[in-house]
């Protein structure tokens, strides 16, 4: 079994930064990549950002410039820096990760448990 723990969510003034951090464990053989989606009341999950295992990035646009991904391969870890955050950042935050586990063949996605973010005005 592979899983996926998040933590660094909470409350947070407009403006301010939260930094996320979704640690996979379990038979790994390999991640191919790792990311975070979003859900918010009443809207369905979007991509925030994903990030592969070569570093190649991919960003919701409305957090370009603001969000950034990276990832420790040593310790399958993805990070989340969000930085500038606003009210509309407010979310249910979900880690993902597509992982090649040891004795199956092909790759899987998994997902954390979500981590609440909480931006107010």
């Known amino acids: 079994q592979v899983q996926l723990v998040e933590s660094g969510g909470g409350l947070v003034q407009a403006g301010g930064s939260l930094r996320l951090s979704c640690a996979a464990s379990?038979?790994?053989?390999?991640?191919?990549?790792m990311g975070w989606y979003r859900q918010a009341p009443g809207k369905q999950r979007d991509l925030v950002a994903t990030i592969t295992s070569s570093g190649s990035t991919k960003y919701k646009d409305s957090v370009q410039g603001r969000f950034t991904i990276s990832r420790d391969n040593a310790k399958n870890t993805v990070f989340l820096q969000m930085s500038s955050l606003k009210p509309e950042d407010t979310a249910v935050y979900y880690c993902?990760?597509?992982?090649?586990?040891?004795?199956?063949?092909?790759?899987?996605?998994?997902w954390g448990q979500g981590t609440q973010v909480t931006v107010s005005s």
């Open positions: 993902n990760a597509v992982i090649v586990t040891r004795g199956r063949s092909g790759s899987f996605e998994y």
């Open positions: 379990g038979i790994i053989f390999s991640i191919n990549s």
